[in-house]
């Protein structure tokens, strides 16, 4: 009897989550592997947390264990440590003993292809878009370039840098005031949470705007303002994705500002969103085509706007590793969708496990 229930544990495929992280998106990194880690379905899983600290450096069990612990504050010791690489032999040592890798990592550094390209160079599968679909989903220039080359509608888009800013920005706010209308959106190029975005309303907050986004990134993008509807669409799949019902987030602030994503209790989700079949056909159809021109795989979420004149969908954005709190849209449509969390989980990893052979 012994020997059997060992036999069952080791049985169990051990699943390394990956939290925290460099980004500015660290803490809710933490909340979105909290949701995971407690989902994960233990008879068939062995979890094995693997917290990375502020700066980058991969912590102990212990430690990782104390970060997905509720009231957990930043641990000051995560700026120092012993080794020079931040990842020790240690913790390469937890990886060795994981058969896959949920990373839960938000932003740069974990949702732009570098952790994804480690796994790869290691040797052990991990769930979501691989090096190429997470490179291109984080860089906004780059994937809106893609989307616009395969005929996805996007809203019209320029790159600036802050090289040129440096140099001439007159030049510069000269040349967007050309092309774009007031109200128009600045961002940085690489980053999520709406850090560094402004939505510039006149001549005044053209400076600030574009000198906030270049704190954060050398590439800036300027956007044409869509008066629309934020829809967003879950995918799930590898070679044949498929989509969730559409959901759609409603913010009472002027847009959907960091405020408003992780503060603000009046922002609304409606799921299923309230659209006529044929735009749910579309926007699904949009979804998935965005997920296969970006070369994604396992998992993304879409997010588009509908336009509140014409009823022309723009795809915003694709996010290859999509907020995972038990509130998060992604795991809450394909609730809607029929799959439960827990289903869900189970998918991703065998997605991952498939991609590999
Ligand atoms: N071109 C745009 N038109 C209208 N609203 C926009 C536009 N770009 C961004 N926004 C608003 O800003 C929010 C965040 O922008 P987004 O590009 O999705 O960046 P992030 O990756 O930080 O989520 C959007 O959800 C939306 O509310
Ligand atoms: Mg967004």
Excluded at 238 to 261: H, Q, T
Excluded at 276 to 302: I, N, P, T, W, Y
Aim: glycine fraction near 8%; charged fraction near 25%.
């Amino acid at each position: 009897m012994k020997f059997l229930v060992m036999t069952l544990v080791s049985d169990k495929l051990r699943v390394g989550v990956l939290f925290g992280g460099r980004s500015g998106e660290h803490d809710i990194s933490i909340l979105s592997a909290r949701s995971i880690i407690n989902v994960l379905d233990k008879t068939k899983y062995t979890v094995v947390p693997i917290g990375i600290g502020r700066n980058g450096r991969w912590l102990s069990e212990g430690r990782s264990q104390q970060m997905l612990t509720p009231g957990y504050q930043r641990l000051e010791q995560d700026t120092t440590g012993p080794n020079k690489l931040l990842v020790s032999a240690e913790e390469l040592g937890r990886l060795n003993e994981v058969d896959v890798v949920f990373p839960a990592l938000h932003g740069p550094h974990g949702e732009d292809g570098t952790v994804q390209g480690f796994l790869d160079v290691v040797g052990v599968p991990y769930v979501g878009a691989d090096v190429l679909g997470s490179a291109v989903g984080m860089d906004k220039a780059v994937m809106k370039a893609l989307l616009s080359f395969h005929g996805l509608p996007v809203p019209d888009y320029q790159v600036v840098y802050k090289k040129e800013l440096e140099s001439d920005a007159q030049f510069v706010i000269g040349k967007v005031e050309k092309r774009f209308t007031y109200p128009f959106f600045v961002k940085p190029a690489n980053l999520g949470s709406s850090v560094g975005i402004s939505k510039v309303k006149s001549r005044g907050e053209v400076d600030d705007a574009l000198s906030e986004a270049a704190r954060w990134d050398r590439k800036i993008l300027v956007e044409e303002a869509v008066d629309g509807r934020e829809i967003e669409c879950s995918i799930l799949g590898n070679e044949e994705p498929v989509a969730s019902v559409p959901g759609e987030i409603v913010p009472s602030r002027e847009f959907y500002d960091y405020f408003a994503k992780y503060h603000d209790e009046t922002t609304r989700l409606i799921i299923p969103a309230d659209l006529s079949q044929e735009l749910v056909k579309e926007v699904q159809r949009l979804a998935v085509l965005a997920f296969k021109v970006l070369d994604c795989s396992g998992m993304a979420r879409v997010d588009m706007f509908l336009s509140r004149s014409t009823d022309k969908i723009y795809i915003n954005e694709i996010n290859t590793i999509p907020g995972f709190t038990s509130v998060s849209m992604y795991p809450k449509l394909w609730e809607a969708s029929g799959l439960s969390y827990t289903g869900l989980l189970d998918k991703l990893i065998a997605l991952a496990l498939g991609r590999c052979q």
